[in-house]
């Protein structure tokens, strides 16, 4: 886009966001959807996850806070022996949890999550999902960071607190255009581990199509962090339609391939084939000690978040 001055310049900021492909971005339109999607996954926040985000996510531990009486019922174990000896009764330490965290979202923004048949794309619905869980993290005053990556670190959004700064990621989920269209997870898992050096709690956000071998940094995150992902498909990717001769295009390296979907034998091939990858993948999480649910872009995300929210707890 050629540079401006004066005036010129600042009422085309004002009107546009330019982006790196050179898409102009029509601001009112892009505020408009920030604005549905925060009304939408701040109520869902509120009113269904907060309490259960709370319980499947600890803490980092239990911090004094008073001295009381001793009650029938309460945990002799807590009794607070030099107290009691003074008053010549019981008296019992009340602890509370340490409530302030960190929660890292770790999104993938390469090409593949484009796709859509649906209503949405893949990309419109992992920002609903991502935004009603930082809304949740913010209802328990935890401060929220993005890490955005495709097969190298995009973009890192430090953490912090505040309606504002959430709002800024949820902007920047919905416009950000990432300069590699490719997946590599180990590298972001890597960078996600030697960024972040106190413990916290994220989310690893992806369709995880994506043939690099990320078992070891994914078990070391998981080690070191409270990790837990969260696949997002398409429900043709998982079957093809019976629609004779298609050209198809690769989204990531945009390669084309003439695909024959009357072949009975071809969709059983890449059945089998896609059943075996989520088996794979299955088996990579449970080795790792990673929660996870699969979601489609057609399913009820408030179902699928509250099974893993408990599942946890």
């Known amino acids: 886009v050629p540079r401006r001055t004066g005036p010129t310049r600042r009422m085309t900021e004002k009107r546009y966001l330019v982006m790196e492909d050179n898409k102009k971005v029509d601001t009112s339109e892009l505020l408009k ?30 911090q004094f806070a008073e001295v009381r009486e ?6 002799v174990r807590s009794i607070d022996w ?45 920002t609903e999902v991502a935004a009603t869980i930082a809304f949740s993290a913010a209802t328990n005053n935890d401060k929220i960071g993005v890490i ?15 309606k504002k700064h959430i709002l800024y990621i949820i902007r920047e989920l919905l416009s950000f255009q990432p300069t590699s269209r ?4 180990d590298f972001a898992l890597k960078y996600f581990t030697n960024m972040v ?14 043939d690099s071998n990320y078992s070891d940094s994914l ?6 962090h409270d990790l837990a992902a969260l696949q997002i498909f398409d429900p043709r990717e998982k079957e093809l339609p019976d629609a004779g001769l298609i050209k198809m295009k690769d989204a990531e390296t945009n390669e084309d391939m003439w695909v024959d979907t009357s072949s009975a034998s071809t969709r059983r091939v890449y059945e089998q084939y896609v059943k075996e990858r989520d088996e794979l993948l299955a088996q990579s999480f449970a080795k790792s000690g990673v929660d996870y649910i699969s979601i489609a872009t057609t399913d009820d995300y408030v179902k699928s978040l509250m099974k893993l929210f408990k599942k946890r707890a």
């Open 148 to 162: 955005f990556f495709s097969d190298k670190i995009e973009k890192y959004i430090p953490p912090q607190k505040g």
């Open 33 to 62: 959807k920030v604005r549905k999607i925060e009304i939408k996954t701040r109520g869902l926040s509120n009113n269904i996850f907060a309490g259960e985000y709370h319980t499947a996510f600890k803490g980092r531990g239990m």
């Open 182 to 185: 490719k997946t590599n997870i």
């Open 70 to 75: 001793y009650m029938p019922g309460d945990d």
């Open 219 to 224: 078990l070391i995150a998981s080690k070191k």
């Open 197 to 210: 050096k106190k413990r916290c709690s994220a989310f690893l956000i992806s369709d995880f199509i994506d």
């Open 82 to 126: 030099n107290v009691t000896a003074r008053y010549s009764k019981p008296f019992i330490k009340v602890f509370e949890e340490e409530r302030e965290m960190t929660l890292m979202l770790l999104v993938d923004v390469s090409g593949s999550d484009d796709f859509g048949t649906a209503e949405q794309t893949k990309r419109e619905y992992l």
